[in-house]
């Protein structure tokens, strides 16, 4: 933001990733900023608002809220953004996931995660692919807990080979990231 101070998808990118990070006064007070600069512009109030607000409402434990904001977007998020190079890093299903995730959903999370890597193409290399995995071995991890006999081993199953997808495509990433470290400790938990 320091870099390029006056650029609509830097700070919009911003917000989603300081609601992400926890930060969330000053993603609020940036998405407010964002919406009231720019209060006709359909990308920022239908596509970048709502997965912003529901991540804020994820951060305040609240996934019913966040399903809510996200509904509005549904018909659209596969359309192409207008400042990024790629189509689209599909973050209102990634927030979706994380929110059916959060609410004990884990048929709809998968769904939304396994959706993103069914749309590799659009994803390119944005975060949201690899996450997805990472979503789809956490959603596989719940099941096996959940489940009993064969279809416990088998969710098992599955959550290990989500977990090693995810973890071999972070193979060279630095070791100190949060997600990393959680990964790992619920990989060798299933073990």
């Not at 101070?5 to 300081?18: D, F, K, N, T, Y």
């Not at 069914?118 to 807990?145: F, K, M, P, Q, Y």
């Not at 193979?171 to 990964?183: Q, T």
Request: hydrophobic share 45%; proline share 5%; net charge negative.
């Amino acid at each position: 933001m320091k870099l390029v101070p006056a650029s609509q998808g830097v700070e919009v990118e911003a917000a989603l990733a300081l609601a992400m990070a926890g930060d969330t006064a000053r993603a609020e007070s940036l998405s407010q900023d964002l919406g009231k600069r720019f209060p006709l512009d359909t990308q920022m109030q239908s596509l970048w608002q709502p997965p912003i607000r529901a991540q804020l409402a994820l951060d305040k434990r609240n996934p019913t809220a966040a399903l809510n904001e996200l509904q509005a977007v549904t018909p659209i998020e596969l359309g192409q953004i207008q400042f990024v190079n790629n189509i689209s890093c599909l973050y209102p299903v990634y927030v979706r996931g994380e929110a059916y995730l959060a609410a004990g959903q884990d048929g709809a999370a998968a769904a939304e995660f396994q959706k993103i890597i069914d749309h590799s193409g659009i994803v390119w290399n944005c975060w949201t692919g690899t996450l997805a995995h990472l979503g789809v071995a956490r959603v596989n991890a719940l099941e096996s807990r959940s489940s009993q006999g064969a279809d416990a081993d088998a969710a098992r199953v599955r959550a290990l080979a989500a977990y090693n997808d995810f973890l071999t495509r972070w193979k060279d990433a630095d070791p100190d990231i949060p997600i990393l470290i959680a990964a790992k400790a619920e990989y060798a938990k299933l073990q």
